[in-house]
């Protein structure tokens, strides 16, 4: 795969120890000078390819592919170059089409004929995957991902439909995992929860998906940690940075150590913030940290037991205490589970 493209469409392969072939390029060179490369200047003035270095003029009646007026800045309009809108790679064809204008000056005329010529134009294919492209931007927009995500999202989707490889899926949990897969290859994951809320498709049809997906592309995408999760949730749970660097602190030990094993990461972060929350006295309730994080009280204060036993190895208060805002830490503040 391109290192550039997340998801490129499948080329042919190249046989290696290929028999050597000739180089068939065209170029032009003066041949008078034969210099290599060649300095050739294009005179649209007068229509001619002059040689940069001895003058010699090498074609004639060449065709100007510059805008046919001048246009400035301040000046109201479009530009009247007729060179047309830039391709867009995520729909099929030239893309070569005549538009009509929507400005006549009011009277709401041209404004028709641009929606009736569009619907007599457009094919069915490229309407379906506009619309798609329109849902995914929208759901992306919604929950706050970037463009980089949106575009990784709908590369995905065509690739998805060009190759066919879920046949029989609907179009809304095909968009579902590719939300939840772009995500997780731009490592800035969402959990299936989240992605269920957003797109109304069931967890285990976007799970399904998803595992299909990862299976034909054959893809690396990045395993959902709790230290990805503990930046958002302490975000939405408006707590301050140090709380948040050492409920990282705590993750990262608690996985040394093995004391949540077998716990999802989601489960994981909200227990470690609701332990740093009463440790650095800003605490939040379990229904809070249950709220932003998506999972019940019971399995946070399940996670969070284990935690409390073994805080004395987790936890080291003497080099927290030689930090800014951290002075005076006791475990006296946390609850008992």
Known sequence: MSPHIP?????????????????????????????????????????????????????DRIIDTRSEWRTFANDEGDDPSRVGAASNPLLDGDQLDTIISRKDGGSGIAKDLNKVHGKATAQKGERNLVQAYKEISAMCDSISLSKLVSDTAKQLYKRVEDEKLLRGKSSDAIIA???????????????????????????KEIGRCCNALKAKLQTSTSVMNSEDLMSRFCSNLQLPNYIQKSGVDLVRRAKELGTLAGKSPISVAAACIYLVSYLFKHPKTTKEIANVAGVSEATIKAAYKSLFFERENLIDLQSLRDKPNCENLTFDELVLP
């Open 7 to 59: 998801f490129p469409l499948r080329e042919a392969k190249v046989e290696e120890n290929q028999p050597f072939q000739p180089n068939l390029n065209v170029a032009l060179t003066c041949p008078d000078c034969r210099i290599h490369p060649p300095h050739i200047v294009e005179e649209f003035a007068s229509g001619d390819l002059v040689c940069g270095d001895c003058g010699l003029v090498l074609g």
């Open 177 to 203: 995992a590719c939300i939840c897969i772009a995500c997780r290859q731009e490592r800035v994951a969402r959990t299936f929860r989240e992605i269920c809320a957003l797109t109304r498709v069931p967890k």
